[in-house]
């Protein structure tokens, strides 16, 4: 593609080329415009700004306030994962999350990671093992069993596996909600579009209404309406599997805000990630996987990136 666009802007072809990753908007840029919230910020030419300067202008703040991590009480455990098996994916894993805390994922590709959270969530099977909310096993381990247990899982791939991307974003939203919103057996259609219009309103929403078609939004707000479909089941532990990817810098700042905000109210949140800086700025305490185990566990005043890949290589944590 780089090839391409170098080939016809040399036979004096002008392109625009619109992307929220910013290391190919430096590469192939003569000029860059910001637009945020529907209004163009700032023009420029690519040898008078930086990356960070971009995002300080897609935020509207400086670069260092973007993984906004505040501090919170940390409570009681709420989620107890006791020797979680599965054959050749994940063996003999064991954490705790607490309330108000937020739990890091880290792993490089393979490790293990959503699978060990599918197991935990119930969407599939397990060798051995137990799952435990504020001390109760979870028997049957089903995804319904969990989500009425206090449970939410927002999956990886929001397209294949988290939305209906032919369906309006108000059914997107209260599918998992059915029950609180059902009136002697049936849809109350009025609270539906109510609980919809006011999570559109809460997670802000780009959208002209609640009727539009889940396919038919961009990655961030997406992205939103999966998050506010568990949010509408008010979950005590939220998983949520690489929520900022494929979304823009403003996106990704509104659910890290979002996280803040759920912690403070005492949730539970796992926070899994492929991305460095994210785990490290956003997380309370950082796990570890390697190959399906538990590599190490690390402590907030131990975090670094050399100490998590360390971990994620293999190491010990006395090697760390």
Not at 119 to 134: K, L, M, Q, T, Y
Not at 162 to 176: A, D, E, H, V, Y
Not at 182 to 206: H, P, T
Not at 231 to 247: A, N, S
Request: hydrophobic content about 40%; glycine content about 8%; charged content about 25%.
């Amino acid at each position: 593609l780089f090839e391409i666009c170098h080939m016809l802007t040399s036979q004096n072809i002008a392109i625009v080329y619109i992307s929220h990753k910013l290391d190919e908007v430096m590469y192939l840029s003569d000029r860059i415009t910001v637009i945020r919230d529907g209004k163009n910020i700032v023009s420029m030419n690519k040898e008078d700004t930086t990356q960070e300067e971009l995002i300080a202008n897609m935020i509207g703040r400086p670069l260092e306030n973007l993984y906004n991590k505040e501090k919170t009480e940390i409570g009681e455990t709420v989620l107890e994962v006791i020797k979680l098996s599965s054959r050749n994916l994940f063996h003999d894993i064991e954490f705790t999350v607490h309330k108000g805390e937020v739990l890091g994922f880290f792993g490089l590709v393979g490790a293990g990671r959503s699978e060990i959270m599918r197991a935990v969530f119930g969407a599939d099977p397990f060798d051995s093992g137990a799952v435990r909310i504020v001390g109760e096993e979870l028997t049957p381990h089903r995804p319904d069993i969990s989500i009425d247990k206090g449970m939410a899982f927002a999956t990886e791939d929001r397209k294949k596996e988290g939305l209906m991307l032919r369906l309006s974003i108000m059914m997107n939203m209260t599918i998992s909600n059915l029950k609180r919103l059902n009136r002697f057996g049936v849809v109350d259609k009025v609270k539906q579009q109510d609980a919809a219009k006011e999570f559109v309103e809460e997670l802000r929403v780009k959208t002209p209404s609640i009727a539009q078609l889940a396919g038919n939004l961009s990655g961030g707000n997406q992205q939103k309406v999966l998050l506010a479909r568990w949010l509408m089941t008010e979950p005590d532990v939220l998983i949520l599997d690489e929520p900022t990817r494929g979304v823009d810098v403003g996106a990704k700042v509104e659910i890290y805000n979002l996280i803040n905000d759920l912690c403070a109210e005492g949730k539970a949140i796992i926070l899994v990630s492929s991305d460095m800086e994210e785990i490290l700025g956003m997380s309370d305490r950082i796990i570890v996987l390697y190959e399906g185990m538990l590599s190490g566990e690390l402590q907030r005043e131990e975090f670094s990136q050399e100490n998590v890949l360390h971990l994620a290589s293999g190491m010990s944590k006395e090697a760390v």
